[in-house]
């Protein structure tokens, strides 16, 4: 249920689109219950949009595109940045970067990376995290979490590269039910031309050597050709821009790459860990 502290919380691109609908339904002469009827929702969410009580989800953005639109596309336009409006405050300079992004080269240690996770694995995750979030807010993050998958068919194609500890395979979120659909989607995501997946095998130390000891990060390509790193734990967030310590991590990178699995090893070992080999 929408909680009334969202309307202090809403970012700006959420007031604007609040703003715009209740006006363009106030030119139109139609009531809360009239536009929700064209719409496919009740009144009580076009009030909770309107109040920003409830952000729009992105298929009320499209509805409201056809009923109030009149072509101009304003609420199809602000699909992308309402996303980002639901986004914890240390994700949002990234999720813009990531969906612009030339390239992609990510390491992760603990869960499945954002970009590769199912529906179910994504409302475990988020669902089972402390402290606890409201049923609306999960929901909210869920849907902008599989939103980022977009990037996977963007044209120009955005290459994309990911490494997973094997650890992260075997982690059990959300039940045996949960990664075994998880486990098929990454082979799904392997499966794509665009998409390098590797697994760091969890005795890579056993030579005395382990390059992604420090953690999991992200490696960004901007359209510019600039590199840049991203970083995050425990809702803090760090973006890191300097020529000389991006090159750090960019061998530090490539050195992980060199430990881990080749492509077809690592897929192999998805798909007997997802049941379809054996």
Known sequence: MARAENKESAGPTTR????????????????????GDRIGFTASAVSAMETCAQPASDEMLVQLEAAL???LGLF?????YVRLDKYPAQFKNYALLEQKSLGL???????????FQTEEYARALI????????????EELVEARLARRALFEREPVALIELILEESVLRRTIG???????????LAECGR??????????????LSGEHAGAYGEMNLVETPEHDHLVYLEIH????????????STYAQRYAKIRAQALGPRESLDLIERLAGDRQ
């Open 16 to 35: 604007l689109v609040a703003d715009m609908a209740r006006r363009l339904r106030a030119r139109k002469g139609w009531t809360q219950e009239q536009l």
């Open 69 to 71: 639109g009149d072509g």
């Open 76 to 80: 199809e336009q602000a699909r992308e």
């Open 105 to 115: 080269h990510l390491y992760a240690t603990l869960v499945v990376h954002g970009l």
């Open 127 to 138: 669902g089972g995290g402390y402290p606890p979030l409201p049923e609306h807010r999960v």
């Open 175 to 185: 039940g045996e039910e949960v990664m075994h659909g998880q486990m098929r989607y």
């Open 192 to 205: 794509r031309r665009n998409v390098t997946l590797q697994v760091l095998p969890q005795d890579c130390g």
């Open 235 to 246: 809702d803090e967030s760090l973006l890191i821009k300097a020529p000389a310590k991006v």
